[in-house]
């Protein structure tokens, strides 16, 4: 007697059967909508992509280059100085000036889905420089040849080519960054002394002041469009022998950051896939899980 006659399956394991024989058009768009969502987790938790609007970088990075930016980095430790960062200018930053963006339906809805997965130019108020100076720091410009100090030492900024550095023989003026002078700062507490690369162009901490630490979005670590581009974005050598030489130089208490957890994009994202992979295998959680134990 065949030992499965008369076997009628459960209703669960019905619904499996059914699952499996799903066709790829009803699953491509639960794929497509956990692949969107996995976007989103990651780039609101992890990394995201920033889009260059301007000049104020340059030759570090130029216009319309696109960037990574870890987002974690800093829930773990401070920004050191030489990094570049993307962060939220303060009421003192004055936005800067961005190619003009068309304003028809489908670009706005292009820049809206590009914002969620993070592929969209930043927000007017979202700022990207290199670390200068950090809490206690002393910092000024310039010595003899032109060069910023920070705590009495001058630093060879080679990553600045001649033609991008601001007018030395032009006096400061208040609000404007036009000139490469200006007097010491001590870097507050809790805060950072960021500028931009092409000091001509660049409106930053010269003329707009500080930075609040816990305004850091993250760390710009590498060029990823254009292809021909493509680079990391490394802590220059002399801010690493700077590092090295004046280990105790900026004074002050690490600043909690007020972040949300990164572990619940962790938790989440484990979920997603498993999720995905069911709907193309047609095994529910359980049975999975079943058949691992077997």
């Not at 993307?86 to 028809?104: K, M, Y």
């Amino acid at each position: 007697m065949d030992p499965m006659e008369g076997y009628r399956p459960t209703a669960r394991r019905r619904s499996v059967l059914r699952r499996k024989e799903m066709p790829l058009w009803q699953e491509l768009p639960l794929l497509l909508v956990v692949a969107f969502c996995l976007a989103v987790l990651i780039r609101t938790f992890l990394v995201q992509a920033f889009y260059i609007p301007s000049g104020s970088m340059q030759k570090t990075l130029e216009l319309k280059d696109r960037v990574l930016v870890n987002k974690v980095v800093y829930d773990m430790r401070d920004p050191l100085r030489g990094e570049i960062v993307v962060f939220r200018g303060t009421d003192n930053w004055a936005p800067e000036t961005t190619e003009p963006a068309s304003n028809t339906f489908g670009a706005k809805l292009g820049r809206t889905i590009g914002d969620l997965v993070g592929v969209s130019r930043p927000g007017e108020r979202d700022f990207i420089k290199r670390v200068i100076g950090l809490p206690g720091d002393k910092v000024a410009c310039c010595d003899d040849q032109g060069r910023i100090t920070v705590n009495g030492v001058a630093i060879d900024e080679a990553y600045i080519a001649d033609g991008f550095n601001s007018d030395l023989s032009q006096p400061p003026i208040a609000g404007q960054c036009t000139s490469r002078k200006f007097a010491e700062i001590t870097v507050p507490a809790g805060q950072m002394f960021v500028m931009g690369d092409h000091r001509k162009v660049s409106q930053d901490a010269r003329c707009q002041g500080p930075v609040p630490i816990q305004n850091v979005i993250g760390r710009a670590f590498v060029i990823v469009w254009p292809s021909d581009r493509f680079k990391s974005l490394d802590v220059p050598p002399v801010w690493k022998q700077f590092a090295e030489d004046h280990p105790t130089a900026a004074a002050g208490p690490p600043v909690p950051q007020p972040r949300q957890d990164p572990e619940v994009a962790g938790s989440i994202v484990p979920l997603l896939l498993s999720a995905a992979l069911s709907a193309r295998s047609g095994m529910s959680f359980v049975t999975r899980r079943r058949r691992l134990r077997a």
